[in-house]
C-alpha cells in the first residue's frame, strides 16, 4: 500500500487547479439509467470513486468511456439493463445507492444491496426508502438487498425528508422525474451537487423547479433525452486547498473557486484570521498576520460548515491560538483523525460528537494512517506545517477523492511524494 511522505518546509506560493467535484459525478453518472440516449460529462474528476461508479453501470448493462485523459465522461444506456447492483461493488463506496432512483424510474424495479457498514458512522437508508416508497416504490429487505418494485410504475407525490439527506434527494429526483404526474419533495437537501444535478436533469429535458431550496417541485416526464454537462467544481477540494496557505503561510490561487460554493467556511476562515478574495480566476488565500486564532465550528447540512471539510479545519486549529470545540453533527464516529493528529503533538479530547481542540505552537512529524478519506488529506496538510517529516499511510482512501494531491501540493512549493510500496 503506497504511503505520502511529507517534509514540513514553510509558506506555499501559485496556483492550485480545482477539479469537477466527486460528489456531483457519482450522483450525475447514474442519471445515464434515466435515458436510452448519450449522456456526456465534462470536467469530471480523475478518481477511484469514479472507477468504481464506471465498474457499477457497466454491470447494469450501461457504457462509460473515460475521454480526454479521464476529464469527460461518455456514458448511454440503449441496451437491456440488468438491474441488480452487486454486493461486491456497493460495499466499496456508500454512494452506489444512487442506482436504485434511476433504476426504479426507467425500469419499474430494481435490486440494489446495502452498503454495510462504514467506518464514519451508521448510515442506514431508511430516508431513501421512505422518499422512494412515496413515489409507489414497494421495498423489502432480503438477503441484504433491497428489492424495490411499483406496481405500474412511480407516481408523482408530496414528501416530507425527516433530515436533508444529500443522497435520498437524488434518488428522489432521479425517480420522480419520470414519475406520472408532479411531485414535491420538502426538507430536501441544498447542496450545490444537488443543483448541478438537477441542472443535468433538465438539460436532458426534466422539469424541475426550486433546487437549492429546501422545497423542490418536479413534473413527470414520459422520457429523456441526451445531454452534455459540465460537473460543477469540487467545493471540498477547493475547501482543502485553501487550507494548505492558511496552515503554512503564503498565497494561493484556487483556480475555478467561488465564494459561493464555501460561505460558511470562508467565514470561519475569516474569524480565524485567513483572507479570502474572489478573483476572475478563483479564490486567492493568505494568512492574515501573525497566528491563527481558534474558532468553534459545527457541522451542518448545505449552507452549514460541510461535514467533509471537518477534518480539514481541525487541522488548522490544532495550531492556533487559543481552545477550539468542533461538533460533528452530519455523522457520529467521524474523529479518528484526532488520535492521528496528537501523535503529531496536537492536544484533542474526543467526546462525543465533540471535539475541543487546545491550540499548541507547532505539530512534529510522525508516522500517521489515514482512516478515511477527509482524514487521510487532513494529515497531509498538518504533515506541511509540522517539523520534521510525517508519512501518511493507507492513502488509497485519499486516491478516491483527491486527483494528483503531491503533484497539485508540490506545484506550490511543498515537499510532499507518494512512496509505492514493493
Ligand atoms: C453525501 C456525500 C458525503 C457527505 C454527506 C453529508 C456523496 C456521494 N457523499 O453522503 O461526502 O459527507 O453527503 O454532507 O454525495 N442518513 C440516515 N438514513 C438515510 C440516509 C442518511 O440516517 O437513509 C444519515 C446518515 O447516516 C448521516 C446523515 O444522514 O448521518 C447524512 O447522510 P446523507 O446526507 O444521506 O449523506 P450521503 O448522501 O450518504
Known amino acids: 500500500m503506497d504511503s505520502i511522505l511529507v517534509r514540513g518546509n514553510g509558506p506555499l506560493s501559485g496556483q492550485i487547479p480545482i477539479a469537477g467535484a466527486k460528489n456531483a459525478c457519482l450522483a450525475l453518472m447514474p442519471a445515464t439509467l434515466l435515458s436510452e440516449e448519450p449522456l456526456t460529462l465534462t470536467n469530471a474528476p480523475r478518481l477511484s470513486d469514479i472507477r468504481t461508479m464506471t465498474q457499477l453501470l457497466a454491470s447494469l448493462g450501461a457504457e462509460v468511456t473515460a475521454l480526454q485523459d479521464g476529464k469527460v465522461l461518455a456514458t448511454s444506456c440503449h441496451g437491456e439493463i440488468t438491474p441488480v447492483a452487486d454486493y461486491d461493488i456497493v460495499r466499496k463506496m456508500r454512494a452506489s445507492n444512487l442506482v436504485l ?45 433491497l428489492h424495490a418494485t411499483t406496481r405500474g410504475g412511480l407516481k408523482g407525490a408530496t414528501h416530507q425528508m425527516r433530515f436533508a439527506s444529500v443522497g435520498a434527494t437524488e434518488n428522489f429526483l432521479m425517480a420522480a422525474v419520470l414519475a406520472k404526474g408532479s411531485s414535491v419533495l420538502k426538507n430536501a437537501a441544498r447542496e450545490p451537487e444537488i443543483v448541478d444535478l438537477a441542472r443535468c436533469l433538465r438539460a436532458m429535458g426534466a422539469e424541475i423547479e426550486g433546487e ?133 503533538g496536537a492536544k484533542i479530547e474526543v467526546q462525543g460528537g465533540h471535539a475541543t481542540v487546545h491550540g499548541v ?25 509540522a517539523e520534521g517529516e510525517t508519512v501518511v499511510s493507507r492513502v488509497y482512501h485519499l486516491d478516491r477523492g483527491y486527483e494528483r494531491v503531491e503533484d497539485k501540493l508540490r506545484a506550490v512549493g511543498a515537499q510532499i511524494e507518494r512512496v509505492r510500496d514493493e
Not at 228 to 251: F, K, N, Q, S
Not at 361 to 385: F, W
Open 101 to 145: 432512483g434511476p433504476l426504479l424510474a426507467r425500469l419499474g424495479h430494481a435490486v440494489v444491496s446495502l452498503p454495510g457498514g462504514c467506518a464514519i458512522g451508521a448510515r442506514p437508508m431508511d430516508i431513501h426508502i421512505d422518499a422512494l416508497s412515496a413515489l409507489g416504490a414497494e421495498i423489502e429487505l432480503k438477503d441484504g438487498y
Open 212 to 344: 437549492g431550496t429546501s422545497e423542490i417541485t418536479i413534473q413527470g416526464v414520459d422520457r429523456l433525452h441526451g445531454a452534455t454537462h459540465p460537473v460543477v467544481t469540487d467545493r471540498i477540494e477547493l475547501g482543502t486547498y485553501m487550507l494548505a496557505p492558511a496552515i503554512c503561510g503564503g498565497e494561493v490561487e484556487c483556480l475555478g473557486g467561488r465564494i459561493a460554493l464555501v460561505e460558511s467556511f470562508c467565514e470561519k476562515l475569516d474569524a480565524a484570521g485567513v483572507a479570502v478574495e474572489e478573483t476572475e480566476r478563483g479564490l486567492k488565500v493568505r494568512r492574515k498576520n501573525g497566528r491563527i486564532r481558534a474558532v468553534d465550528v459545527v457541522t451542518e447540512p448545505f449552507p452549514g460548515f460541510p461535514t467533509d471539510l471537518q477534518a480539514q479545519m481541525m487541522a488548522l486549529l490544532c495550531t492556533a491560538e487559543g481552545t477550539s470545540v468542533l461538533e460533528e453533527r452530519i455523522f457520529e464516529n467521524r474523529f479518528m483523525h484526532a488520535p492521528e493528529l496528537m501523535r503529531m
Open 361 to 385: 505552537e507547532s505539530l512534529k512529524g510522525a508516522r500517521v494512517m489515514a482512516t478515511d478519506l477527509r482524514a487521510s488529506v487532513s494529515l497531509i496538510l498538518a504533515g506541511l506545517a
